[in-house]
């Protein structure tokens, strides 16, 4: 209905994708978005092909050349963390969810690893820092000729073992990691490595440079979670 109104009425559409659409990552992080390419992608959990079924509608429907809005964009976000997602609960970063423990010399824990590949806390992600998801949101914004599918993320994976440390050093306390089972229910639709592959932004002419995970989460500690206002 959305997509259906903003068509109808010339206005912009810029929705949240995922990276939760790539899968197990064998078919790689690439923001393509022709309708065989999207075909190839195997989400792994309900999340993913939640988003995953918009993406293809859409490219679709722009293969068939119907009418679309003037401006429509699908942001592939990746993990982003940063200051107001306090009312996520569960969903929070694993930075806003452990930095009350961590402040008080308390222990982070990971999962251990069910893949033969990645060591317990080996497993990655691309953490991106929320400043850097809208500057680029802001920049797209301001050049409406830009559609099509596009991945926001840092361009780095990192291990859950990096984050860890980083907020240990942010929040200058001895590192303390103890490593857990993962529940079945999350191993079954778990991805053990994800990493935006942004040429296709950098290509288009974004090119400031992206928040390093240390940096980000400094940033995070420091300015918000160790406030008596975490609030950007």
Not at 12 to 19: F, V, W
Not at 48 to 56: E, I, N, Y
Not at 163 to 180: G, H, N, R, S, Y
């Amino acid at each position: 209905m959305l997509l259906d109104w903003c068509t109808q009425n010339r206005k912009p559409l810029i929705y949240a994708s995922s990276a939760a659409t790539y899968g197990d990552g064998s078919q790689g992080f690439k923001d393509e978005d022709t309708p065989e390419a999207l075909a190839r992608l195997k989400p792994v959990n309900a999340y993913g092909w939640s988003k995953h079924f918009v993406d293809r509608r859409i490219a679709r429907l722009r293969a068939r050349k119907e009418p679309l809005p003037p401006q429509i964009l699908g942001l592939k976000f990746f993990n982003v963390f940063g200051p107001n997602e306090y009312h996520k609960g569960a969903m929070q970063s694993a930075i806003a969810k452990n930095y009350p423990n961590v402040a008080k010399g308390g222990a982070i824990r990971l999962f251990r690893s069910t893949h033969p590949f990645y060591p317990d806390g080996g497993q990655c992600r691309d953490f991106v820092w929320v400043g850097d998801t809208v500057d680029v949101m802001l920049w797209l914004q301001a050049r409406p000729a830009i559609s099509g599918l596009l991945n926001i993320g840092s361009g780095q994976a990192r291990s859950w073992l990096d984050l860890a440390k980083a907020m240990f050093v942010a929040a200058d306390k001895d590192p303390t990691i103890e490593f857990v089972e993962m529940p079945a229910e999350i191993s079954a639709g778990y991805q053990n490595f994800t990493q935006a592959d942004i040429g296709k932004l950098r290509g288009l002419g974004y090119d400031k440079p992206m928040t390093s995970l240390e940096d980000g989460i400094r940033d995070y500690v420091s300015n918000y979670l160790a406030k008596d206002d975490p609030y950007l």
